[in-house]
């Protein structure tokens, strides 16, 4: 379900029927729509929603970029398929980077790069540049698989969407379309060690030129498993060899910023804030919100609370008190 509030937490309207996992929304300044990742997939995840809304179809696996215009929501349990309010395009290589196998140091093992589909998503400038055109970038999630070296990167895909209304098309969960870019134009890869589900939530801030990656922590031990790390957007991406890969040559590899914490076994660094798996927006001058997720007897719920990046070794982020 997609939620649209007024800035005083009064719902405005729903856009509900998705038997997908719908990751990472962003907004799009230049069109004015929100953007997310959406993935179906057989996996637990997968059956996991189908088994929460009482749905026994059989789905095929696709991943998409969902498209809302956000100005039609103005009312309850809009319906994604019907109502004219979402678009979808198709991303073929996740579905291929899904769906094949690969030999590893580690003998054959499913699912290239240890691919689970997509999630954290956001909008910024082309990796190296501090500003010009706007690309839309998309995070692979990534098993915790820990019996494997090859998924130790967080993947990330770079697309100008500029041309993408001609792919864009309404959803039909029971014909699932193929409509989209064969091929992203770029991808690059992050050394943060495996994490759990990979990029929940990404966010470029414009003011430091960095791109905020929030994840589950992994559970490998030979890492410190940080919950976020910090891209430096202006270093040029670097054709390397990657660690633990050895059916890939090369890969463009992003650096992350010298902040945080360094795990001086492994040279990377990070830090231990809590938040951000569950959404963070950058406003600009150092100011971001961040959901604080909870659960209750209730339910589930979020508060979002202000922060100030403060860039202190342990928490960058401080709260904003009024």
């Known amino acids: 379900m997609l939620v649209k509030t007024d800035m005083q937490g009064n719902v405005i309207g729903t856009v509900t029927g998705l038997l997908g996992h719908l990751g990472c929304p ?53 319906d994604a398929e019907k109502d004219k309010v979402m678009t979808t395009v198709y991303l073929p290589t996740v579905l291929n980077d899904y769906l094949t196998e690969v030999h590893t140091n580690e003998g054959a093992k499913l699912h290239r790069l240890g691919c689970s589909g997509i999630d954290g998503l956001a909008f910024g400038p082309k990796f190296g540049k501090a500003d010009g055109k706007q690309y839309l970038t998309v ?3 990534i098993y915790g698989d820990e019996e494997r070296s090859d998924n130790d990167y967080q993947v990330l895909l770079q697309y100008d969407i500029r041309k993408w209304k001609r792919y864009e098309t309404t959803l039909s969960q029971d014909n699932m379309h193929r409509n989209g870019p064969k091929q992203p134009d770029g991808q690059y890869f992050v050394y943060t060690g495996n994490t759990t589900y990979g990029v929940q939530n990404l966010e470029y801030d414009a003011n430091r030129h960095s791109w905020f990656m929030a994840v589950y922590v992994g559970k490998k031990p030979r890492f410190l498993n940080y919950p976020m790390f910090e891209i430096d957007g202006l270093v ?7 660690r633990g890969v050895p059916y890939i040559k090369k890969g463009k590899v992003l650096t992350l910023k010298e902040t945080g914490s360094k795990d001086k076994a492994i040279g990377i660094y990070g830090w231990n804030f809590p ?38 070794e342990e928490y960058p982020f401080k709260s904003v008190k009024k």
């Open 26 to 78: 962003d907004f799009n300044d230049t069109d004015g729509r929100v953007y997310g990742s959406l993935e179906y997939k057989n996996d637990e995840i997968g059956k996991g929603i189908m088994k929460l809304k009482g749905d026994s179809r059989q789905l095929s696996n696709a991943f998409y970029v969902a498209v809302f215009d956000v100005d039609k929501i103005n009312r309850m349990n809009m």
């Open 139 to 141: 995070c692979y999630g």
């Open 236 to 242: 040029k991406p670097k054709k390397q060899k990657l």
């Open 275 to 312: 938040y951000g798996s569950t959404r963070m927006h950058a406003f600009g001058n150092g100011l971001f919100y961040f959901s604080e997720n909870f659960s209750s007897d209730a339910g589930q719920g979020s508060v979002l609370r202000l922060y100030q990046f403060i860039g202190n």
